[in-house]
């Protein structure tokens, strides 16, 4: 197997790297300095408020919800807390927690005593701070590989949107059954898809015919002002010099947590072909339900159908 069949760099790496010496100069030369983690706190402690990416966009995120809980409105937290969390003065722990917003909806269920919270990037842990509105919260800058609890001291741990980032997989989850009491609640909401975005052929042929069925005036990328035109399969070397954390074994997550959890509830929430899809275009989508359907639709097809897989998964599993 040849270099480019591994994906390892494409024609887009030399694109987008050019895109960015003419925006910022010094970026490539960042990319290339020693410290995996300073990369990794330096790419997410930018704050960007327009919804250019598929999380970012209200209906994406309605129907995630949706998917998850089985109910129009109803907030995984809500959810989770009250089908499976019936007593308060819980102890909790949610590790990933980057500016705070879904631990503020934990907060609200009124299930925990302490809901104490960590991040890498000291810049979210800032804003997270600057908008702590319930007691039970805390917020702490930290290596989820530094962390550590006393066994059994925790009766919840939260992932949302953050376990992908981890690794070793086997070892973040089995230090987390051992800080559960027996017993004791995983939550996880995650991109579970394939390792460092490397997605399926047919993925990518399905997004492109999606993208193809979308009139120009949707496809306005807000980065670069041009229309987006395909969709491309990142290369390995371009994962790791934007964020060498990201999606670094998100192939694991669920096969570990069945090894080393008890599963009680898993749900698949889509995302396979939406989030290539409104990639870079997804504030163009304001108004535009009849667009976002279709994406919904020919996604849940083809998922239904066993042509391609759900990317996102909800996970409830308790420790043994």
């Given amino acids: ?8 760099v494409n024609f887009e790496d030399f694109a987008g790297a050019a895109r960015q010496v003419r925006r910022r100069p010094g970026w490539v030369a960042r990319r290339f300095l020693p410290g995996k983690a300073r990369r990794v706190s330096e790419a997410w402690s930018l704050a960007d408020c ?16 949706l998917l998850a809980t089985g109910a129009p409105g109803l907030g995984v937290a809500a959810y989770l807390a009250g089908e499976y969390l019936p007593r308060g003065g819980l102890r909790g722990v949610s590790i990933g927690c980057g500016a705070g917003a879904k631990e503020r909806q934990w907060a609200a269920t009124g299930r925990f005593a302490a809901l104490r919270c960590y991040d890498l990037s000291s810049t979210q842990i800032d804003v997270a701070r600057g908008t702590q509105v319930h007691p039970a ?3 702490a800058v930290a290596d989820a590989l530094g962390l550590e609890f006393d066994a059994g001291s925790l009766d919840v741990i939260i992932f949302e949107d953050s376990l992908h980032h981890l690794a070793p997989m086997r070892m973040i989850l089995g230090r987390c059954a051992q800080w559960l009491e027996r017993g004791g609640y ?34 306005v990328g807000y980065a670069r002002k041009t229309i987006k035109r395909s969709v491309n399969r990142p290369s390995r070397l371009r994962m790791r010099l934007l964020d060498p954390s990201e999606a670094v074994q998100s192939d694991l997550i669920v096969p570990t947590i069945h090894e080393l959890f008890d599963l009680v509830e898993e749900r698949k929430l889509g995302g396979t072909l939406v989030n290539l899809v409104l990639d870079d275009i997804a504030h ?17 097809a083809m998922i239904g159908a066993g042509e391609i897989e759900s990317d996102y998964t909800l996970i409830v599993a308790k420790s043994r």
């Fill in 186 to 219: 995983l939550f996880v909401n995650e991109y579970t898809g394939p390792r460092q975005f490397q997605y399926s052929t047919r993925q990518i042929e399905a997004a492109n015919a999606l993208l193809a069925l979308l009139p120009e005036r949707l496809r």
């Fill in 137 to 139: 919260l805390s917020f």
């Fill in 1 to 8: 197997m040849n270099t480019l069949s591994r994906n390892w």
């Fill in 50 to 65: 327009t919804a250019t990416h598929f999380y970012e966009c209200p209906e994406v995120l309605a129907r995630r919800d």
């Fill in 284 to 300: 163009n989508f304001r108004d535009e339900p009849e667009w976002l359907q279709l994406l919904f639709s020919v996604e849940d």
